[in-house]
């Protein structure tokens, strides 16, 4: 008999819990969902397997609370007391369900963690910790809530209680491992480390559970007596009736001396446990003068956390035994009944809120005064230190943001609290319905959207979403007509708020064009483009690396120019070209039949085949079969062979997307062009003729901003998930999955949108200013992005989830081009300056001494340094020391040996000092400012200066 009576109580609670069980896990799937798609790739694991943990232990803290507690709320205690059975056996027969569901739930999430992380786990020492920490907690929480479960008569009570003793004790055990153990404050393996401690605390916890769940049903119950008992003597000793006396002007007061009398032990239990969650804190944070902002944080935490418990409560002594059915049956006002509510829970709430934020005031300012006086330390580079002011800035939001999140708390919870009776459920969701206000208000926030219309009057809709309630919850009335009002309430500002955000979301950006007609620079390639690139396909599928050092498993030599990494592949060194060009004459003979072809097309912004990748090695073959021709003395077809290569990098201009690869094929092949013209047997005619070839070849170049229009479609596609784009677009599944669930937004797809054309639209207005300037004076500014344009966009593509994980490459394409048209206009000039002073040596048999010797005939024009607008600085009989600098190439340094002859820039790192003012020496008239440098310097020397600029060494002529 008694064994079927454990069972039908086993039953009960399976029964009584189970929808609480499922509701905690599809949270819990929910919440791994979105850590999927919004964490950073590199903590996405590490959530994916903490919610399986931490959503378990908070399920089992409420469990516990509910096993004991629950029957005192629901009246059954004293039909337990009269069953055949004892307190030992119902109090281990109830244990069953707990110690069975906590397990399942956690192998549940984590096969849902381990399938959402397509099989990858924690690393070892992660998992660890995880476990110790949560693993253990859940052991922690089971164990403290059913103790406080077995002493008090409210689940919300034991509940509360339970987290905040089990929490303190967690961190009084911790905090002796600070000073010993390497770990430092809040890191979980701190309390991993702590696990001794932990396990002989709540063994003394889980005995003192048995003790007191063997006496359990011995505990005679306390007079039972209605929730608003007290009101009715008073009533009667006044000599007046109910409606009478809470009717007349003393009427409100007594509801709320009534209500709070009923809940002061609540009352008292939230703030016993802010206070157990305080001293938690003291214990393991760092002293206020080390760790002020820690302190800072938490007051806010402790802060969200009592209102969300405070309006938990509102409403709660109303619901036990359905008290609230005396004030009905009295005709009390319902708002009066519901002003008195919240003048109990919500006044003090808010008092206290103002009281921290007053104690929080010093270390806020505190915070603030740091920031600002490291900016005022730096005012002279007020730009590169902008980080530092905007933290002043976001100190500031940070605090609006708790003002606004805790009033937030409050009315969420307390809403609950009307429409739950089941107190654990209703302080389950509202905790639950705050944690993701604070969360809407955090997003709202970092995507940059003001918080007074979107946030700020959330509080406001849900007090009034109770006070339409609170009708129809005196009266009890469930039906679709009572329930209308408060969805009423609550719906049309939603709506509202929602239209907002999605409206601001759009409009904050400005409606432009991207600066081109996509349609007609997506056009399609002609019959003679396709040609060609047919050609280059036939080429590249009878390409072989058979001979090279690549498939001899070498690798290519850093010192030598003549190399490239194309996609991640290293084509070989050129040096060794004998085996390798005989292993590919057929590939060698169709790269150079479409190398001769005028018309070109690399249009493809998805690289679906990757032919750019294969044309560029096919460019370093033809130039390899050069430099084996070269060294066999047949000098006219090795010119062929680099003009072919150099025609090959041309035609990867083409509508391509990767017009720097084209620069890098280009910088190789002059590399090569000028050690020819240095061959002992060349003639000044042949050299000059091949200048000229050179100069129509790249006369009339397609633009470098093809890139930016073929990453306009590639980014318009991903935008707009496009499974072609998708596939093509060369990115990890995560991104992928991130940008599918984003385009379900249609406000974020046309926000994205407008904004990936206005950033087109600038970076190709820079880009054309550049190129105007260029040809206007023949001078190319060294191209850095300007700070205000650069604060303009950042925050805009940052807050635009479908652009973020992009950024980089979007904000530095511009530079990055700039950079390299920089370069190779100075390398062609400079080549072209190299190859007439060569075509002079051949004929005069040395080099000229300075540069206005051989105007007129070997050049009609002198060519201008474009960094500088000045002349080339020529030294024909070198320096003193030898000369290490970073070539224009950017890959590999360039050694210029002493007494060695050689042109000079002022490339990227020099400047011009002040132009517009008389100097006496190049020691005035130049400054250095590298690249990562706050501040240009003055140069120490003339050495200091050539090496800070772009060295083109003229080569030796062979003897």
Same mark, same amino acid.
């Given at each position: ?19 609480? &069980? ?46 004991f ?28 369900l ?19 992380a ?7 020492? #992660? ?17 403290w ?43 979980? /393996? ?22 007191? /769940? ?5 505990v ?17 000793e006044?000599?007046?009736?109910? @409606? ?18 009923q ?129 002043t800035?976001?100190?500031?939001? *940070? ?17 609950c ?9 209703? /302080? ?22 003001p ?18 309630r609170?009708?129809? &919850? ?16 609550l719906?049309?500002?939603a ?35 396709? !040609? ?27 010192? #030598? ?10 084509? @070989? ?19 150079l ?11 493809d912004?998805?690289?679906?085949d ?55 094929l ?17 003639? !000044? ?35 707009? %998930? ?24 249609? &406000? ?18 820079? &880009? ?8 206007? =004076? ?11 344009v ?30 390299? $048209?920089?370069?190779?206009? *100075? ?17 005069? /048999? ?5 540069? #206005? ?18 002349? $080339? ?21 360039? %050694? ?17 000092? =002040?132009?517009?003012?008389t ?20 140069p ?20």
């Amino acid at each position: 008999m008694n064994g079927s009576i454990l069972l039908r109580i086993l039953w009960k609670e399976v029964r009584a819990q189970r929808a609480f &069980w499922i509701a905690m896990l599809v949270l819990a799937v929910l919440a791994q969902a979105a850590a999927l798609v919004f964490a950073y790739e590199g903590d996405r694991l590490l959530f994916l397997y903490s919610i399986a943990m931490v959503v378990p232990a908070l399920y089992a803290l409420g469990c516990g609370a509910i096993l004991f507690a629950a029957e005192h709320e629901s009246e059954m205690y004293e039909f337990q007391r009269i069953l055949p059975v004892t307190s030992g056996r119902l109090f281990f027969s109830k244990l069953v369900l707990p110690v069975l569901a906590v397990p399942a739930m956690i192998g549940v999430l984590w096969l849902v963690a381990a399938l959402l992380a397509r099989g990858h786990f924690l690393p070892g020492r #992660d998992q660890v910790h995880l476990w110790g920490l949560w693993g253990f907690a859940a052991i922690e929480a089971l164990a403290w809530s059913v103790g406080f479960s077995l002493v008090t008569k409210r689940t919300i009570n034991a509940a509360i209680l339970g987290v905040a003793a089990g929490s303190f004790a967690v961190h009084l055990a911790a905090a002796g491992h600070i000073g010993s153990s390497v770990y430092r404050y809040w890191e979980a /393996g701190l309390y991993t480390s702590a696990l001794p401690a932990r396990a002989a605390i709540v063994a003394v916890v889980a005995v003192a559970d048995v003790w007191l /769940g063997l006496r359990w049903l011995r505990v005679q119950p306390a007079e039972t007596r209605h929730a608003m008992g007290p009101c009715i003597p008073v009533a009667h000793e006044a000599g007046a009736s109910g @409606p009478a006396l809470l009717r007349q002007n003393g009427g409100f007061g007594r509801l709320v001396w009534q209500h709070w009398r009923q809940s002061r032990r609540l009352m008292g239990t939230v703030w016993l446990a802010m206070l157990l969650f305080a001293l938690a804190a003291m214990v393991i944070l760092p002293a206020p003068g080390r760790g002020y902002d820690g302190f800072f944080l938490m007051n806010w935490l402790f802060s969200l956390i009592a209102a969300a418990l405070m309006g938990t409560c509102t409403f709660i002594p109303d619901q036990q035994g359905l008290g609230f059915r005396f004030l009905a049956e009295r005709g009390v006002s319902p708002g009066r009944v519901w002003l008195s509510r919240q003048m109990v829970w919500g006044l003090p709430t808010l008092v206290v809120t103002l009281m921290i934020a007053a104690l929080s005031l010093p270390i806020s300012s505190q915070l603030f005064g740091d920031r600002l006086a490291a900016v005022l330390r730096h005012r002279h580079d007020i730009v590169s230190n902008f980080s530092r002011a905007a933290m002043t800035i976001v100190d500031l939001g *940070t605090v609006f943001r708790m003002v606004v999140c805790v009033p937030a708390a409050y009315a969420a919870a307390q809403l609950c609290s009307m429409v739950f009776r089941s107190s654990v459920l209703a /302080g389950f969701c509202g905790l639950l319905l705050a944690a993701l206000l604070v969360v809407w208000t955090n997003v709202l926030a970092e995507l940059g959207i003001p918080l007074l219309w979107s946030v700020l009057p959330i509080p406001i809709v849900l007090l009034l979403a109770t006070w339409a309630r609170a009708p129809g &919850w005196l009266m009890e009335r469930r039906t679709v007509k009572a329930w209308v009002p408060t969805v009423s309430v609550l719906a049309v500002p939603a709506v509202a708020i929602l239209a907002g955000v999605a409206a601001y979301r759009v409009y904050s950006v400005g409606l432009t064009d991207p600066g081109f007609s996509p349609e007609r620079y997506a056009r399609p390639a002609t019959a003679a483009e396709r !040609a060609t690139l047919d050609l280059y396909r036939q080429a590249a599928a009878r390409f072989s690396f058979e001979g090279s050092e690549q498939a001899r498993g070498g690798s290519p030599n850093e010192e #030598d120019p003549s190399w490239i990494v194309v996609g991640q592949t290293a084509v @070989p060194r050129l040096a060794e070209t004998q085996s390798w060009v005989e292993a590919n004459p057929e590939a060698i003979s169709i790269a150079l039949e479409a190398s001769r072809r005028n018309e070109a097309d690399f249009f493809d912004p998805l690289d679906t085949d990757r032919i750019d990748q294969s044309v560029a090695i096919l460019s370093q073959l033809v130039r390899a079969s050069g430099t084996l021709l070269e060294s066999k003395g047949k000098l006219e077809e090795a010119l062929e062979r680099y003009l072919a290569a150099l025609r090959i990098s041309i035609h990867l201009r083409h509508r391509s997307g990767q017009p720097v690869l084209a620069d890098s094929l280009e910088f190789s092949v002059y590399d090569h062009l000028t050690r020819w013209a240095a061959h002992p047997r060349q003639t !000044a005619g042949t050299i000059l003729a091949a200048a000229r070839q050179i100069e129509g070849l790249t006369k009339d170049l397609p633009e470098p901003s093809t890139a930016i229009k073929s990453g306009y479609l590639l980014l318009l596609g991903l935008v707009s %998930a496009e499974p072609e784009a998708i596939a093509g677009g060369r990115i990890t599944p995560q991104q992928a999955f991130r940008i599918s669930v984003w385009n379900k937004l249609p &406000w974020e797809r046309q926000r994205a949108i407008r904004l990936l054309n206005v950033l087109t639209a600038e970076n190709l207005r820079r &880009w054309q200013e550049a190129a105007r300037a260029a040809e206007k =004076s023949g001078r190319i500014a060294f191209p850095r992005r300007e700070p205000n344009v650069h604060y303009i966009f950042d925050p805009a593509i940052r807050t635009t989830p479908l652009l973020d994980w992009c950024y980089p490459t979007v904000d530095q394409m511009i530079d990055e081009l700039l950079r390299s $048209f920089a370069r190779i206009e *100075t390398k062609r000039r400079a080549v072209r300056l190299i190859l007439a002073l060569e075509a002079y040596r051949a004929e005069h /048999g040395r080099l000229p001494d300075s540069l #206005d010797a051989f105007k007129g005939r070997y050049l009609e024009q002198l060519p201008v340094d474009p960094m500088s607008g000045e002349s $080339f600085r020529y030294f024909p009989e070198g320096v003193a020391v030898r000369l290490a600098t970073r070539s224009p190439e950017m890959w590999f340094n360039e %050694a210029v040996d002493p007494g060695m002859p050689f042109i000079w820039s002022m490339g990227g790192d020099v400047q011009l000092a =002040s132009p517009r003012r008389t100097v006496n020496s190049n020691l005035e008239k130049y400054q250095i400012c590298f690249y990562f440098m706050e501040q240009p310097r003055p140069p120490t020397s003339e050495i200091d200066i050539w090496q800070a600029g772009w060295l083109f060494p003229i080569p030796e002529r062979q003897e």
